[in-house]
């Protein structure tokens, strides 16, 4: 079984903050560099799973990488540099206090507010007689609130502006934003045979300028479905292929466990975790167009500590 990380305790020069969130450890390097480490915890309802998995976090900083490099025409974001295959080095900005969720089907929690009669999502008005991955007739933004804990919640525009959270000019320049970075990732999902079916972003502010924050495009961040057999399943109402951590969520529900109070995590056997791993490897490879090279994990702090402090030595 490979090494995993799990979990960090850095102490780096000018270190000032550090937050440990589900997947993403970030550490504040003085008042204006923020040093993110994609572990390979997973998280499923909320819950962190007690058992990393194998290159899970080699994959999702190397695609954000990725994705960060091919869309700073559209909006300058926050990476400076990645000196480390786990590792994304970059900007503090102040973050807005929404997040951006944009969809181009309905689907997931979408279709469950759809099918129980609800027309009206954050604002916008969906029409009659749509079905289960449905496209939309153009791409909806949906946006929730940033919670500190528990559930984000859903928001409209309108709510956002009259709350305060969002001024009426910058936000109506991160939508743009969200609508060209969402048309640039369908794009690029076409060209390697996937549909970009929903996803979400994050924008901070930095000396009045705005920029894209966070990870974008990645497997935990969004929904692929693949493109071949769409049309014919979605005619027959059957489930659509798709690329994503559903198959966790899956998984889970099917041993039993939704996140519930007294639910217990059915037990993760090294090959699960292997075939979890497999399956992230299989999504960076169709998600990029690349073969994934698996960065040696045999001490996973000491390579992350030792390309850090020569990045920040600079």
């Not at 937050?19 to 450890?25: A, T, W």
């Not at 994609?38 to 290159?55: E, H, K, Q, W």
């Not at 940033?146 to 409209?156: F, L, P, R, Y």
Request: net charge negative.
């Amino acid at each position: 079984m490979n090494n995993t990380l799990t979990k960090t305790d850095y102490h780096f020069p000018g270190q000032t903050a550090v937050y440990h969130g589900k997947v993403r450890d970030v550490y504040t390097i003085g008042s204006d560099m923020l040093v993110m480490i994609a572990t390979d915890r997973i998280s499923a309802f909320d819950v962190i799973l007690p058992v990393g998995i194998p290159y899970k976090g080699q994959v999702l900083n190397q695609i954000a990488s990725k994705f960060l490099d091919a869309t700073a025409d559209i909006v300058p974001n926050w990476k400076q540099a990645s000196p480390d295959p786990m590792v994304t080095v970059g900007m503090k900005c102040e973050p807005y206090k929404v997040e951006m969720v944009i969809r181009g089907y309905l689907t997931g929690s979408s279709w469950r507010e759809y099918k129980n009669g609800i027309r009206t999502l954050c604002g916008v008005s969906l029409p009659e007689g749509m079905r289960e991955n449905q496209k939309f007739p153009s791409p909806i933004i949906t946006p929730t609130t940033k919670a500190q804990e528990g559930h984000d919640e859903n928001i409209s525009k309108e709510e956002i502006i009259a709350q305060g959270l969002v001024n009426k000019e910058e936000y109506e320049q991160i939508e743009k934003y969200t609508y060209a970075l969402f048309e640039r990732g369908t794009q690029m999902a076409a060209e390697k045979g996937l549909i970009l079916v929903d996803t979400k972003y994050e924008f901070g502010k930095k000396d009045g300028k705005i920029y894209l924050i966070d990870e974008i495009h990645t497997p935990d961040s969004s929904r692929y479905f693949y493109s071949e057999g769409y049309e014919e399943r979605f005619e027959k109402g059957e489930e659509q292929r798709q690329l994503s951590k559903e198959f966790v969520r899956k998984w889970l529900m099917d041993n039993g466990f939704q996140g519930q109070a007294g639910q217990k995590v059915p037990e993760m056997t090294p090959e699960f975790c292997e075939s979890v791993s497999e399956r992230y490897i299989e999504l960076f490879e169709t998600i990029t167009g690349e073969k994934f090279v698996k960065a040696d994990t045999k001490d996973l702090e000491k390579r992350i500590e030792k390309n850090v402090l020569e990045y920040l030595n600079k």
